[in-house]
């Protein structure tokens, strides 16, 4: 039984654009080596990150998604990879499995390349999230 | 006298019901009803889970969120994930 996964990988901003064939070349190997097969690799863009990570405000993101047979070791060692060969480029990591019934598209915040020069405050999408909250809510939640 | 002082409590019952009574939010919780909107909750679409945090990015209860107990404990398992890939913050304003 085959069971799909999907990889999001943090990138530091530095990263060019041989590197990152080579990551992708790298995990793909290592992929095989386990059994699997890559289904993609996308690049997200650059962003800029929630708190700063090794000193650094901004960061990559790619997601690669793949297929590895279930109950394998393939995962920990992609783990262990990524974190003794690839320490240099990879800040942060999180694998975790497809769920089979969800539909494979998925939505993600904008990155700053596609909205340059957007600088704006902690505003919410009116149609994303629970927007009908009132600000008096939140303002008393943070009281507490 | 008696009769006042019924007059009395039942005033304050109605306050007390109109107060209940006067947020329009509804009683279910909107992934139940709105099965679509489940596969929406993932720790990718930050976007979307940013509306569950306060301004100091601490989670929203459920008693504010409307979500109900299954879906409540996504919602925050959710934000966790996002969180260590630097998508939501752990706290202070950001964004």
């Known amino acids: ?144 | 006298m008696t009769k006042k002082i019924k007059l009395k409590i039942s005033a304050r019952l109605v306050k007390k019901r109109s107060r209940r009574a006067g947020g329009n939010r509804s009683k279910m919780c909107r992934f139940c009803s709105e099965k679509e909107q489940v596969h929406s909750i993932d720790y990718k679409n930050a976007t979307f889970l940013k509306g569950f945090l306060t301004e100091r990015g601490k989670i929203l209860p459920s008693r504010i969120s409307g979500a109900c107990a299954r879906h409540q404990r996504c919602i925050s398992q959710e934000i966790r994930k996002a969180r260590v890939m630097a998508l939501l913050p752990y706290s202070g304003l950001a964004f």
């Not at chain 1, 530091?12 to 386990?34: F, H, R, S």
């Not at chain 1, 097969?37 to 997200?44: D, L, Q």
């Open chain 1, 1 to 144: 039984m085959m069971q799909k996964y999907e990889a999001l990988l943090l990138a530091t901003p530095e990263i060019t654009g041989d590197e990152a064939k080579d990551l992708e070349m790298q995990l793909d190997k290592v992929i095989k080596a386990g059994a699997g097969s890559t289904i993609s690799f996308e690049r997200w863009g650059k962003y800029k990150l929630a708190y700063d990570i090794n000193k650094s405000e901004y960061g990559v993101y790619y997601l690669m998604r793949f297929e590895a047979p279930k109950r394998t070791t393939l995962i920990n060692d992609m783990k262990t990879y990524m974190s003794v060969k690839l320490n240099h480029i990879i800040m942060r990591d999180m694998i975790s499995c497809i769920d089979p019934k969800a539909p494979l598209t998925y939505q993600r915040p904008r990155s700053l390349e596609e909205a340059p020069a957007r600088e704006e405050g902690f505003s919410r999408d009116a149609r994303s999230g629970a927007s009908y909250f009132s600000a008096a809510d939140r303002n008393e939640l943070d009281e507490e």
